[in-house]
C-alpha cells in the first residue's frame, strides 16, 4: 500500500506538488505535506520555501505560504510554530502569535495546524471520531526529550484511538550520529538500539523513523502509518538541512478538520 499520494495544483503562480497521506484518517480530516516546488523563492531555497527563520526574503515566503493557502483551499492561514526541538504543544486557539512550541492540536474545524521540516520528521495524529487533530516537529532531540509523549497527551480520547502519520524525514542510510543520540535513546529504552548501526569511526547511522514509531508505541500509539521517504536523497522534492547546511528552505506538513 502506498503511504501517500502525489499531486499537482495549480495556483495563478504555477503548479505545487504536494504529497497527501494515505492513511485510514476518517471523514472531514484533511491533510498533506508540500514539497519545494513551485514557489517564488530563489536559490539556494528554490522555490516553495515556507520558513522564516532560514534567511529567505520575508516577502517571497509571505507569497509561498499564501500559495499554499490557495492550492489547498485552506479555510485560513495555517498556525505557523517557533520550534525548538522541545516538546511543548499547544492549541491551535494559543497558536495565534508563533508561540514557541514544537507541536499544536485542533479541535474546531477550520483550524490548521502545521509544523516545518527539513529532515526532521513530521508527525500528524488524529482521533478515530475525528474530533481532535494535531501535527508535531520530531527530530531526535524532540523525541528523546518526549515530544510523542506530549503530543499524545494532548488528545481528548485515549491513546489507543488515535492514528499517526510520518511525513518527509531523512532515512536510516543518510543520518549520520554520534554516539549521544543513541545513549539518549537507550535510557529511555533499550529496545532503541534496534535502530542504530555503525558507520565510520564511531558514527552511527540512525533510523529516525523508527524512533518516532517506538516513542508512538510507547505512548499507547497501535496504528501508524507513513514514512519511507528520505528528505537527504531527494533533492528534487524535499529541502534537507542535512544535505545543504543552513542555507535550506523548509516543508511544511498540515492537518485540519474540514469546514
Given at each position: 500500500?502506498?503511504?501517500y499520494?502525489?499531486l499537482?495544483?495549480?495556483?495563478?503562480g504555477?503548479?505545487?506538488?504536494?504529497?497527501?497521506?494515505?492513511?485510514?484518517?476518517?471523514?472531514g480530516?484533511?491533510?498533506?505535506?508540500?514539497?519545494?516546488?513551485?514557489?517564488?523563492?530563489?536559490?539556494?531555497f528554490?522555490?516553495?520555501?515556507?520558513?522564516?527563520?532560514?534567511?529567505?526574503?520575508?516577502?517571497?515566503v509571505?507569497?509561498?505560504?499564501a500559495?499554499?493557502?490557495?492550492?489547498?483551499?485552506?479555510?485560513e492561514?495555517?498556525?505557523?510554530l517557533?520550534?525548538?526541538?522541545?516538546?511543548?504543544?499547544v492549541?491551535?486557539?494559543?497558536?495565534?502569535a508563533?508561540?514557541?512550541?514544537?507541536?499544536?492540536?485542533?479541535?474546531r474545524?477550520?483550524?490548521?495546524?502545521?509544523?516545518?521540516?527539513?529532515?526532521?520528521?513530521p508527525?500528524?495524529?488524529?482521533?478515530s471520531?475525528?474530533?481532535?487533530?494535531?501535527?508535531?516537529?520530531?527530530?531526535?532531540?524532540?523525541l528523546?526529550?518526549?515530544?510523542?509523549?506530549?503530543?499524545?497527551?494532548?488528545?481528548?480520547?485515549?491513546?489507543a484511538?488515535?492514528?499517526?502519520w510520518?511525513?518527509?524525514?531523512?532515512?536510516?542510510?543518510?543520518?549520520?550520529?554520534?554516539?549521544?543520540?543513541?545513549?539518549?535513546f537507550?535510557r529511555?529504552?533499550?529496545?532503541?538500539?534496534?535502530?542504530?548501526?555503525?558507520?565510520?569511526?564511531?558514527?552511527?547511522l540512525?533510523?529516525l523513523?523508527?524512533?518516532?514509531e517506538r516513542r508512538l508505541?510507547?505512548?499507547?500509539?497501535?496504528?501508524?502509518?507513513?514514512?519511507g521517504l528520505?528528505?537527504?536523497g531527494?533533492a528534487?522534492?524535499?529541502?534537507?538541512?542535512?544535505?545543504?547546511?543552513?542555507?535550506?528552505g523548509?516543508?511544511a506538513?498540515?492537518?485540519?478538520i474540514?469546514?
Open positions: 500500500m502506498n503511504r499520494q502525489q499537482e495544483r495549480d495556483t495563478p504555477g503548479a505545487l506538488t504536494l504529497l497527501v497521506p494515505e492513511w485510514p484518517a476518517p471523514a480530516v484533511r491533510s498533506c505535506s508540500t514539497t519545494r516546488a513551485g514557489g517564488v523563492s530563489p536559490s539556494p528554490e522555490s516553495l520555501n515556507l520558513g522564516k527563520a532560514t534567511g529567505d526574503e520575508p516577502g517571497r509571505d507569497e509561498n505560504r500559495r499554499i493557502v490557495a492550492a489547498l483551499g485552506l479555510p492561514m495555517p498556525r505557523w517557533k520550534q525548538t526541538h522541545g516538546t511543548q504543544v492549541t491551535a486557539d494559543e497558536a495565534t508563533l508561540p514557541v512550541a514544537d507541536g499544536c492540536t485542533a479541535r474545524s477550520g483550524e490548521v495546524c502545521a509544523v516545518l521540516t527539513a529532515d526532521c520528521v508527525v500528524l495524529l488524529c482521533d471520531a475525528g474530533r481532535q487533530v494535531g501535527a508535531a516537529h520530531a527530530g531526535w532531540r524532540g528523546a526529550a518526549g515530544i510523542m509523549e506530549s503530543s499524545v497527551a494532548a488528545f481528548d480520547a485515549p491513546p484511538d488515535l492514528l499517526a510520518l511525513g518527509p524525514g531523512i532515512g536510516a542510510d543518510a543520518f549520520e550520529v554520534g554516539p549521544e543520540v543513541r545513549e539518549a537507550l529511555k529504552d533499550p529496545g532503541a538500539d534496534a535502530a542504530f548501526r555503525p558507520s565510520r569511526e564511531d558514527r552511527l540512525a533510523d523513523y523508527m524512533l518516532a508505541a510507547a505512548a499507547g500509539v497501535e496504528q501508524v502509518y507513513g514514512g528520505c528528505t537527504y531527494d528534487a522534492r524535499f529541502y534537507s538541512h542535512r544535505r545543504d547546511g543552513r542555507q535550506t523548509r516543508m506538513t498540515l492537518i485540519w474540514e469546514a
